[in-house]
Nanobody
Framework: QVQLAESGGALVQAGGSLRLSCAGS????????MAWFRRAPGKEHEFVVA????????AYADSVKGRFTISRDNAKKMVYLQMNSLKPEDTAVYYC?????????????????WGQGTQVTVSS
């Protein structure tokens, strides 16, 4: 079992930056691939970024590549999402998710554990 709790969401102006944090618990956290998804109003969950269990491999959605950076600290059971050059279309609830495997999948169904989400609003 893995429990997740996101924090760091806020209202920010376009072009600004935010850092989201995801605090994990559970024995299997350090061996689990982690990801961030987001859900905008009226839309489905969208893959943002994933990181392998070791942090050596990552995968980014094209829409955030070059602007967002994922990292993890297994000793602290934390995952971070640094978001720069934010755009109004980045507005969404951001969810941290943990996979039952160590591979950094892009698909929603590969992730078994989810946080409650944190709201990011980017004003134009």
């Amino acid at each position: 079992q893995v429990q997740l709790a996101e924090s760091g969401g806020a209202l920010v102006q376009a072009g600004g930056s935010l850092r989201l944090s995801c605090a994990g618990s559970g024995r299997t956290f350090s061996s689990a691939a982690m990801a961030w998804f987001r859900r905008a109003p009226g839309k489905e969950h969208e893959f943002v970024v994933a990181i392998s269990w070791s942090g050596s491999n990552t995968a980014y959605a094209d829409s955030v590549k070059g602007r967002f950076t994922i990292s993890r600290d297994n000793a602290k059971k934390m995952v971070y999402l640094q978001m720069n050059s934010l755009k109004p279309e980045d507005t969404a609830v951001y969810y941290c998710a943990a996979s039952g495997s160590s591979y950094h999948h892009r698909k929603l169904h590969e992730y078994d554990y989810w946080g409650q989400g944190t709201q990011v609003t980017v004003s134009s």
